[in-house]
């Protein structure tokens, strides 16, 4: 199967915003994808393409839709659909450029996830058993869930407040479960956070957790204790957070609620939470570009707690290896658009692996109905997701998907839940 076609378009995120929506061609073989994008974004993440134009207040993608229809169909026509390495690689030597800024990574990505949902079709394989394939993975495994149910920082339109808080149904005996566990404590927080503040608080973020008006921190992670309590998981779930910290770091110090620490504080502070709050995973807990705060608080915490890089690893192999050699954290958060394909997605994933690091393969906050990445968790045998909360269809795309996935791996006497 040969590629025949290539079309770009311009759709919408969960946002309103424009994306891009890539279709391939192969015989009879036709595929989709779209593209997410982030708003808490990492500075050394690929490029996304807007027009900055007038439409849409320059968020248009037109410009990166040309690109798929102009420049990257005519240099991939005839390619077999099957060479995903190939064709990710033409197109990375197209741009030619280290962070895609010529064509821009949402044309780049789009057509990427398109082409490995063709050459999965063109093999009769499911699409995580292809990516499986590709990784050189065989032992496939449903994720643990890491739910946002609290949303904050730019998710939700505050200051100097840490981005997620989420559930981490730990204990659950395979996914199904996980998400009747996330979902009971989901609606038991919603119940209890309109007790406490009224109407208003059942409103939602970007990533469908709900906004807090409460200032301290640790009576949010209270009341989310409070829900988990009530619904009856205690023992089963525990709570990850995604600090986002580089949002509220300035000239050296970091600026959390009303307070102000150094690094070092600022681990004491986490040291803190994990230890009252049963936090088992801290993302971003320090800024893109100090280097320093991560290597001291994976040094504290690092050997209880997963210590998740995201801005600072931007899911590319070079700052991967960087925070290996220095011992800055031991777990990747992976985006595919941040990287920009498919194939460097998966080489992120390997270096990690050989290094006995962890990988949670996440959403961004402007999603779309898209589930590849809900396949990609699996056929890579992550073993941990980070898509959202079980609200809005552009979140449960992505689990109403795995549940498919674990059906069928059920099946077959397959399916493992939160291990590789």
Not at 73 to 89: N, S, Y
Not at 100 to 105: C, E, P, S, T
Not at 291 to 299: D, M, R, Y
Not at 306 to 319: A, M, R
Request: hydrophobic fraction near 40%; include cysteine.
């Amino acid at each position: 199967m040969k590629i025949e076609l290539i079309k770009a378009r311009q759709v919408f995120d969960s946002r309103g915003n424009p994306t891009v929506e890539a279709e391939i061609k192969a015989g009879n073989i036709v595929e989709k994808a779209i593209v997410a994008s982030g708003a808490s974004t990492g500075s050394n993440e690929a490029i996304e393409l807007r027009d900055k134009e007038k439409a849409f207040k320059g968020k248009g993608v037109l410009k990166a839709v040309r690109n798929v229809n102009e420049k990257i169909f005519p240099v991939l026509k005839g390619m077999k659909i099957t060479d995903q390495k190939k064709i990710d690689e033409k197109m990375i030597e197209l741009d030619a450029t280290e962070n895609k800024g010529n064509l821009g990574a949402n044309s780049i990505v789009s057509v990427s996830m398109a082409i490995a949902r063709a050459g999965a079709k063109a093999e009769k394989k499911e699409l995580f058993e292809y990516l499986g394939e590709l990784t050189g993975n065989k032992k496939f495994c449903l994720p643990i869930p890491q739910m946002n149910v609290l949303n904050g920082g730019k998710h939700a339109g505050l200051e100097n407040d840490i981005q997620e808080r989420m559930i981490y149904p730990l204990g659950a005996k395979n996914f199904s479960e996980a998400m009747q566990m996330s979902v009971e404590i989901y609606h038991e927080l919603k119940s209890l956070m309109k007790k406490k503040y009224g109407s208003l608080a059942g409103l939602i973020g970007d990533e469908g957790g709900f906004v807090s008006p409460e200032k301290n921190e640790e009576e949010k992670l209270e009341l989310i204790l409070k829900a988990i309590e009530e619904a009856g998981y205690s023992n089963e779930v525990k709570i990850a957070i995604d600090c986002a910290s580089s949002e509220f770091f300035k000239d050296g110090k970091y600026f959390l609620g009303n307070k102000e620490f150094n690094a070092g504080e600022l681990t004491d502070f986490y040291s803190g939470l994990a230890k009252k709050f049963s936090i088992v995973s801290i993302e971003d807990g320090m800024a893109e570009n100090d280097w320093k705060g991560w290597k001291e608080l994976t040094a504290k915490l690092g050997k209880r707690i997963q210590i998740v890089g995201d801005d600072l690893l931007v899911t590319n192999i070079k700052f991967i290896q960087k925070a290996i050699n220095e011992n800055s954290c031991n777990a990747l958060l992976l985006k595919v658009n941040q990287i920009g394909s498919v194939s460097e997605s998966i080489n992120s994933a390997k270096l990690s692996f050989e290094n006995s690091w962890n990988v949670v393969v996440s959403h961004r906050s402007g999603e779309t109905e898209d589930s590849f990445i809900a396949d990609l968790v699996v056929g890579l045998g992550c073993g941990q997701c980070k898509f959202g909360a079980p609200a809005r269809s552009d979140r449960n795309s992505k689990y109403n998907q795995l549940l498919r996935i674990e059906e069928f791996l059920q099946e077959k006497g397959k399916a493992v839940y939160g291990k590789k």
